[in-house]
């Protein structure tokens, strides 16, 4: 594996644990990769009990549209409600996995706040 590999595959498994941690929850783990069909890279986050896909990302740059792009196509693929990316804070290691950053689009945050996607009405 690469270094930015090992790089992307610790900052996941940083951010598995800390959600499966914070959230009391154990079903929370990295999840293994499908090629094209991913479905994103955390398994078993539920919000209000429906599935969200979490997208990690370990980059300098930040490329946030190609990101959430790619995370709505995991969501799609997962059949997920929520399509979520988590990406790194500069000087945000282990002891602080919390101060992380979320990113999504104002329609996935939207839905989470009324409880689906269903619940609506976007435009």
């Known amino acids: 594996m690469s270094k930015e590999g090992r790089k992307g ?5 940083l951010v598995a644990d800390y959600l499966a941690a ?3 929850d154990d079903r929370i783990e990295r999840r293994v990769k ?3 069909q991913d479905r994103g890279d955390i398994a078993g986050l539920r919000i209000r009990g ?3 896909v979490v997208e990690c990302k370990n980059h ?3 490329e946030l549209a190609a990101w959430l792009d790619e995370a709505e196509r995991e969501r ?5 409600e929520f399509g979520i990316v988590v990406h790194k804070r500069k000087g945000c290691g282990t002891a602080k996995a919390g101060r ?5 689009d104002l329609e996935t ?3 989470i706040i009324a409880g689906g996607r269903e619940l609506i009405n976007a435009d």
């Open 109 to 111: 945050f939207a839905a």
């Open 22 to 24: 914070a959230l009391q």
């Open 50 to 52: 429906k599935r969200a």
């Open 9 to 13: 595959a610790s900052f996941e498994q």
């Open 34 to 36: 499908h090629g094209t």
């Open 76 to 80: 799609g693929n997962d059949d997920a």
């Open 100 to 104: 992380n950053y979320v990113t999504m």
């Open 60 to 62: 300098q740059r930040m």
